[in-house]
């Protein structure tokens, strides 16, 4: 089981995260991403955070 997480003062809205996810965890809204489903949803597939250039989103595996 995985978690992942939003560093938010690193988020530049680009959205590369909410493109690549496949589990849609991730929603560009305005400036920012948000998690819009639950983040334990997160299948530990680790596409959001190489493609997220600035190192806002980790995942933990549980």
Do not use: H
């Not at 996810?21 to 920012?32: I, T, Y």
């Not at 998690?35 to 980790?58: I, K, Q, R």
């Amino acid at each position: 089981m995985y978690m992942v997480n939003l560093d938010l003062d690193k988020c530049t809205g680009c959205g590369t995260c909410a493109e690549a996810c496949p589990a849609r965890l991730f929603e560009l809204k305005g400036d920012k991403v948000e998690l819009v489903s639950d983040p334990s949803e997160c299948m530990g597939c680790e596409t959001c955070t190489t493609s997220c250039p600035t190192g806002a989103v980790t995942i933990q595996e549980l």
